[in-house]
DNA sequence: TGACATATATCATTTAACGATATATATTGA
DNA sequence: TCAATATATATCGTTAAATGATATATGTCA
């Protein structure tokens, strides 16, 4: 990924795709690292270093917004940019997925 | 994917994933170089300097292997190690996507 | 009151990818 | 024949991404 900026090629890494398919929902930081977990049923993990740093990114790119701080969370949520660059993004993975299966005799995916 | 090598997690960079798969027919670089650009459509391009770093890593790792040197050319192929770390993380990737096909309202992958 | 979960944050480090660049041979066509 | 282009391999130095370690503060509960 390195040398270019992944997002100004609009690509994903594995954790931005999973922050972002978290705040499909409004969460906050902690509740994003719960969900990574669960969700990947511990196939993936993010720690709090690899949370804030991220966060900082995808808002700074407009991909996230705050919401409504309850407290002293801090709650995001995707915006609309966010998530056409996502489903954009699960369409590029689907692909490589769909190149794998062609090249190997495995189980596609339609 | 720093801070620790995506080869001792059992995972593939998307480098490394498209590599392998041009790899399950033997092929020297300048050809992997090219069937990572038609086979992605152009998507996704490898040039030199990411290509040998790769496959200098791969080899060390034992997911290829060099065969046969008839001229200049080095040709590599997978290993059968290598095909089983490139199967699983085609299944890794497939569950990424079935993860996002359930969020999102997308038309899952089976 | 001590342990644990919740919650946010930063710094320094390692790994990954890659632009730039260099080198050499083969092919093609003006 | 000579220049341009394609084929083919290789390295150096830089940028970006992820993260271990660490710090801080609050809430909960036994």
Request: hydrophobic fraction near 35%.
């Amino acid at each position: 990924m390195p040398r270019t900026d992944s997002l100004e090629l609009g690509e994903l890494t594995d954790s931005m795709f999973y922050i972002l398919l978290a705040l499909t929902t409004p969460r906050h930081g902690y509740l994003v690292m719960q969900f990574v977990e669960e969700t990947t049923r511990g196939r993936m993990q993010i720690g709090p270093a690899s949370m804030y740093t991220i966060i900082k990114k995808l808002l700074n790119a407009g991909l996230i917004e705050p919401i409504d701080g309850d407290g002293k969370k801090k709650n995001y949520q995707i915006t609309h940019k966010g998530r056409s660059i996502l489903t954009d993004d699960v369409k590029r993975r689907q692909a490589m997925v769909e190149d794998a299966c062609a090249i190997l005799d495995m189980e596609g995916s339609q």
